[in-house]
């Protein structure tokens, strides 16, 4: 990233092992959410409660998912992956870039910049995929909540708005200091290149916030929601997003202002994230925030 100058299915119950009932028909009772629930042996059951009665079939539930609304359904373990993840993304992306040094010859060519991204991008996205298929639902909708709804542009607006408040602020904190910095270079070296321009303005506009938000706000902070709650899910993703930017100035100093700016911006996004229910919102104001980002260097 770089800035400018439903309702739940019902649940699972097990059969029990004891003798037949009378009549030669299997029935488990159980209690749930104030309803007395009677199943027989072929699953149809009937639901006494304030509400009256109820028949639904039994359908077994695989453990996982969150119903399509990306509040949660990871367990805790799953957030160990994001080590794995990231290390393959850095050695992927390497690779990525020394394939497009050698066909180029040059380090700020915009196809090197492409295959670079492109290798920490599949990394994110198999991490994801297999965290999905691994411990959840095997659903990026269900177990992220990887959608979007036309409400969500007005949302990511004003989630892009946030943003760029505090990327300002923090802009404006370290102005004329050794520690103020950007991290647009990925844009600047391309001025005056029109096909490189264009490549690396697809990449922060459109890849970057759909793999990261895929990442960051799908499956790492669904991960640790589990186990450090919400608001301690969303403020570490962030931490860890933030980090991924460092060196991304071009003065060592100058990655404390990136860090702490980026520190913000994955805060937005998470809670957009968590507040949402989706990650169509924060993908759209990750989307803004960064074309703003190319317009401010064209």
């Known amino acids: 990233m770089t800035w400018p100058r439903t309702s739940p299915e019902a649940p699972s119950i097990p059969w029990p092992s004891g003798p037949p009932g009378h009549g030669g028909d299997e029935v488990a009772t159980t209690r749930v959410r104030g309803f007395d629930a009677t199943y027989n042996r072929d699953g149809a059951n009937t639901a006494q409660g304030g509400a009256g009665s109820a028949h639904f079939a039994r359908v077994p539930q695989r453990q996982g998912g969150s119903g399509g609304d990306g509040q949660g359904g990871m367990p805790s373990r799953a957030a160990w992956w994001v080590l794995p993840g990231l290390l393959a993304g850095f050695v992927l992306s390497a690779v990525g870039a020394a394939i497009g040094q050698g066909l180029t010859h040059s380090s700020t060519n915009g196809l090197t910049d492409l295959l670079g991204e492109a290798g920490l991008w599949a990394a994110f996205l198999g991490t994801a995929l297999l965290v999905s298929k ?118 060592l ?9 980026m520190f913000g911006v994955g805060l937005v996004l998470g809670y957009t994230a968590r507040l949402t229910g989706r990650l169509g919102a924060g993908m759209t104001a990750h989307c803004l925030f960064n074309l703003l980002a190319v317009a401010s260097v064209v």
């Open 134 to 251: 691994r411990y959840g639902t095997g659903s990026l909708r269900r177990d992220y909540g990887l959608a979007v709804k036309p409400v969500d542009l007005l949302f990511g607006v004003v989630a892009a708005g946030a943003a760029l408040l505090l990327t300002a602020v923090v802009v404006a904190a370290f102005q004329g200091t050794k520690f103020s910095g950007t991290n647009d270079q990925i844009l600047t070296q391309q001025k005056g290149h029109d096909v490189g321009l264009v490549l690396v303005s697809l990449l922060v506009a459109v890849g970057a916030p759909f793999f990261e938000e895929l990442f960051f706000r799908g499956f790492l902070r669904n991960a640790l929601q589990e186990r450090f709650g919400a608001h301690g899910a969303v403020w570490m993703q962030a931490g860890l997003f933030a980090l991924l930017h460092f060196g991304e100035a071009s003065k």
């Open 253 to 261: 100093a100058g990655n404390v202002s990136v860090v702490l700016a």
